[in-house]
């Protein structure tokens, strides 16, 4: 059994910050009763232990005190990506069978559908609550959240992370990252994601402060930082870069309490590393996915730039294997076992096996090296072959990056004739700059066949919410050019 | 599952400082591999997965490093407190099931005994070790150690440890006390207690380092303290007040990395905590015992003055009740649940019901005041506790009524500045006998710190009315007596 996380915080630490958002802290006792006023209307509402419902909206203290609402309730969550047309979010509340979808004003437009009951949040808050009896204690199996992830096969699935698959996630980490008296995370990930919701979790179990922001801010995240008013944030490659370039052009100092800069959503180029140390940064590169409720393996900031592009070892409770490799630097498939990853899917995928003997298959590559550092090389659905050589679009994206007039790259596969597929870049340059000295750039640096074989210059890069690179998008508009 | 410690932490952070004895430092790599040298040594001597062993000796390096030896190769351990006589050795030995005591030169006479083979610790040193494959993963329900506790009964019991119990123990302190970079504890426990076995247990899942001594010693552990070398360190009341006398005679200043002074074993006296706060000493209070693989409750510092005597909150994955008790402040006897207790008694009470509906008995009285503070009232009207050490007043009955000229005896506490307690015996005999005699024939069947420090002859026991014996009123006698 594992302690009801809100009830048992509030508990042993009441008056310690929660959250805070635009100006306004609540404590974990005024976050429990928050809660607990959620719950209540969720109950008012016919929801019980173990009903489904769909939340949908941006990132608010409103979301996050419904999230802890539902938790307290029992009630099982549906997080619904912010961006998904109104197609793609009647999928899910098909597939999932939600009982109720619960959305923010704005987004009553995408929400509206035949499925199920829809309720928005403003009336939501004017029910009135019906009081139960909360459940202080869990089952390990029981689950809290519902995401959906295309994983290898390009189908939604909906991944069923239970109360154990969070808190032994939350486990591993503190045990990597520690925890200080004080401690306080800036979160500006969306919410529905395990990027955003791991940060609630972890705090809540750990006792400390969420500083929640509507969106990626880089300038406040930069004072955020710079004043010490938080010690660690989460970030993907684009918005460290974003947030670099802040502190670089003001010249600003990181407080010496901020220590974690968590980098998740893919590898982070070195270049960035190697300025971020400058900065006085310190870089935690993590790799981890929806399936392992976060983070699996977590490269420490002392070993940021003696481990380029590596995602560190895995942590204290997860174990990863390379699937086929007999020694250091063989490649295959990043297979994942542990207390963290996914016990399966729900809705008409329920039957589809995640895990095979145990292991996770992440339809990664990756390799360990004579360290016992794991470097993944890029993900599967990525892989570019070209002539029976095997191309990572990331390292030819990294290799981008170094240049200086380059902000940011992203590389897909074109279709060829002669070689089944080769790559091609999609760049966003600082000033202009031409394909052939580009390419002249990347000679000296890449085998000749993972040169790309086509330059595009772009205003910006396709993202998702949480700003991971959709390389799939970039193939889209090669084929629109042509 | 959980992954074997030293395994896993040594693959995470093989360079950090692990353990320091005497000016030698061993990193989580070395300390893995003198592990895995003394694991052949016992695979060597037929020792294989669940085999039984007793461990007998003082605290050095070289226990350290077989107790994690025993762990890498799976051998259970049964912690043989060294003060014990041979006639207490053999009865923990027999009951169980050892199938070899490894014990430290000096313990040989004390290790004379016909249950099993015994082996000098030197020895054991000289073997050829055998070469295995080492398990990567423990079950949670794995047996680590065995430590003998009288209980309620008088009879010494086996507890049973769980590598659950342990693991969830060190990750309940953890969400308490924090973890920072460079962390170390300042081991002057005995190694056979849980006080000073869970500080080895805690050090390895965190990555920490343990800085281990033969015994307490006030001066040097004020030089630790002060000088910033460890920023947590276990003590009892008796230990605590030794070494604030240093610290106030010397004017010395605690290092302001220092922030854990864990206090077990019993309460502290309120004059101890206020002068801690004056030498700038953070006191953790705490409550828990051998079943309960250490910690169950522990008070902040910044909680020390403003509840003087209270144990503070149960931590994150245990769970407190008063039995009985409806409303804050109703006394009545601890209860005790969660992945840190144990799951039963080995030997002849393998059949001993530990856990009543899932909650352990603890004996203890106490109360929750009105913000969720336990107080322990009173120990088990019959446990004295001297130092830091548990004494079962029916366990020296039972050794006193062996005696031919004794026709009962009766044992309670009597205060002492020094100890907290001691035993004082009452004794009805058959024919005269006097007061040295009688020690003698405990010294031979006691530990030292067991042996009644008085003896008073009486002709009767004060007795309810069926018999039992008021061991209360035994002790207002002695206070009549003075």
Request: proline residues 4%.
């Amino acid at each position: 059994m594992i302690p009801n996380w809100l009830l048992k915080r509030a508990a042993l630490t009441p008056h310690a910050p929660a959250l805070t958002f635009q100006r306004k802290t609540w404590s974990y006792l005024q976050l429990k009763e928050e809660a607990a006023d959620r719950a209540g209307k969720l109950r008012a509402l016919g929801l019980e232990r173990g009903s489904r419902i769909a939340l949908l909206g941006g990132t608010s203290a409103e979301m996050a005190l419904l999230i802890h609402g539902c938790l307290l309730a029992g009630v099982e969550m549906v997080m619904l990506n912010a961006r998904l047309t109104a197609e793609e979010i009647e999928y899910q509340l098909q597939d999932s069978e939600s009982e109720l979808l619960v959305c923010e004003e704005a987004f009553r437009n995408q929400a509206k559908q035949q499925i199920c009951q829809t309720i928005v949040y403003d009336e939501f808050l004017q029910l009135e609550r019906e009081s139960f009896p909360l459940e202080q204690m869990w089952e390990e199996d029981r689950t809290l959240t519902i995401m959906y992830t295309s994983g290898t096969t390009g189908f939604p699935k909906g991944v069923r992370q239970t109360a154990e698959n969070h808190t032994s996630s939350a486990l591993s980490a503190v045990l990597n990252s520690g925890l200080h008296a004080g401690d306080a995370w800036l979160h500006m990930m969306p919410l529905f994601h395990i990027s955003g919701f791991s940060i609630l979790a972890r705090a809540v179990l750990y006792g400390s402060e969420v500083r929640l922001f509507e969106k990626f801010d880089a300038s406040a995240a930069a004072e955020e930082i710079t004043t010490g008013r938080v010690t660690g944030m989460s970030v993907v490659a684009v918005t460290l870069e974003r947030l670099l370039t802040v502190i670089e052009n003001n010249k600003l100092t990181v407080h010496p309490k901020f220590r974690t800069l968590l980098a998740g959503g893919g590898p982070v180029p070195v270049s960035y590393l190697k300025r971020a140390e400058q900065c006085g940064l310190p870089v935690l590169q993590t790799y981890g996915m929806t399936e392992t409720s976060s983070q699996t393996a977590t490269l420490s900031a002392e070993d940021a730039l003696r481990k380029p592009g590596s995602a560190g070892k895995p942590l204290f409770f997860t174990e990863i294997q390379i699937d086929g490799a007999d020694e250091p630097f063989d490649r295959g498939e990043i297979l994942i076992k542990g207390p963290h990853v996914t016990k399966g899917y729900i809705g008409k995928h329920t039957t589809a096996e995640a895990l095979q003997e145990g292991w996770l298959h992440s339809g990664d590559i990756g390799y360990f090296d004579d360290e016992g550092f794991l470097f993944v090389a890029d993900r599967r659905s990525d892989l570019i072959i070209s002539g029976g050589e095997n191309i990572y679009p990331a390292e030819i994206e990294a290799v981008l990056a170094e240049h200086p007039q380059v902000a940011e790259a992203g590389v897909c596969a074109m279709a060829s004739a002669e070689w089944g597929a080769i790559p091609a870049a999609f760049v966003v340059t600082r000033s202009p700059i031409n394909a052939e000295s580009l390419m002249e750039f990347c000679q000296t640096r890449l085998a000749s066949y993972k040169l790309p074989k086509s330059f595009h210059f772009v205003d910006e890069l396709p993202r998702n919410a949480s700003n991971k690179l959709l390389r799939k998008e970039l193939r889209e508009m090669l084929t629109a050019e042509k």
